[in-house]
């Protein structure tokens, strides 16, 4: 199936990562018409997917990760908070949105692969309702882990081959050393062949799944022959995610193979 774009939505863009449950209000509603806009002007086939932000990072980390039962619950509990705001959002705005649990239709098979159920999401896509999944909870044949959002993107990305693939981040995008450093320049290509000699650095937060080379390094394992754009741009920056998902130019890093 081929759809027009998956946007993922960082957890830093849509929450302040400084805060335990703190959501950045005006930003969501900001984001939300913009994807309304794109939804009425170029892209009704489309996949959104969040992160965890202060929801789901500092949850897990208090409890040390997810194989205690109670963890998998309040993680889970959390991330459905923040994604019924982004739904909500989405639905005031006129964006026909649903909530998609990713922990129901996901699951890590024993060779670690990630599985999941897509039928659900291709009928919603088909009637043109904009599903929105979340990391989460995975439960899988060696327990439960926690699932990135990022690592969802790519692996949907498998099924339903789309146009773009856009990762809205509260950065421009990829630099060559961490983005505060002095002289840090941004790299309007990367090339997942070279993520070897970027410095990352820490981002000095609370972040269980690792963060910008998390999300390169998971390109490389899902790529495949029908990737056609990915883009990783500043979502906090007006107009952005509107301009990306309509096709037209925005500035951030494109990444290659
Ligand atoms: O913020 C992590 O998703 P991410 C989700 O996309 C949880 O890495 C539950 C921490």
């Not at 026909?96 to 996901?106: E, G, V």
């Not at 650095?201 to 799944?209: A, E, I, K, W, Y």
Request: aromatic share 10%; proline share 3%; with cysteine.
């Amino acid at each position: 199936m081929h759809i027009t774009n998956i946007l993922k939505l960082g957890g830093s863009v849509i929450t302040d990562k400084k805060g335990h449950y703190s959501i950045r209000y005006a930003d969501v509603y900001r984001i939300a018409q913009e994807i309304s806009l794109a939804y009425s002007m170029c892209s009704k086939r489309m996949l959104i997917v969040h992160g965890g932000g202060s929801f789901g990072h500092p949850t897990v980390a208090e409890h040390g990760g997810v194989e205690n039962p109670m963890a998998t619950s309040q993680v889970v509990y959390f991330m459905r908070e923040l994604n019924m705001v982004i739904v909500d959002a989405l639905n005031a705005y006129g964006v026909p949105a649903i909530p998609m649990d990713t922990h129901a239709i996901f699951y890590r098979d024993c060779e670690k692969f990630l599985q999941f159920f897509y039928k659900p999401l291709e009928e919603a896509i088909e009637k043109s309702i904009v599903p929105v999944l979340y990391g989460d909870v995975v439960f899988g044949c060696k327990g439960s882990d926690v699932l990135s959002g990022d690592e969802i993107v790519w692996r949907l990305s498998t099924v339903f081959k789309p146009c773009r693939i856009l990762f809205a981040s509260d950065v421009d995008g990829v630099y060559d050393k961490h983005p505060s450093e002095v002289g840090a320049k941004l790299l309007d290509v990367v090339s997942l062949h070279n993520i070897g000699v970027i410095e990352f650095g820490s981002q000095g937060r609370t972040d269980v799944t690792g963060e910008m080379k998390a999300k390169l390094l998971y390109g490389l394992r899902y790529w495949h022959g029908d990737i056609a754009e990915v883009l990783i741009f500043n979502g906090l920056k007006k107009g952005r995610i509107y301009n990306a998902l309509c096709g037209k130019d925005v500035h951030g890093t494109r990444v290659i193979l």
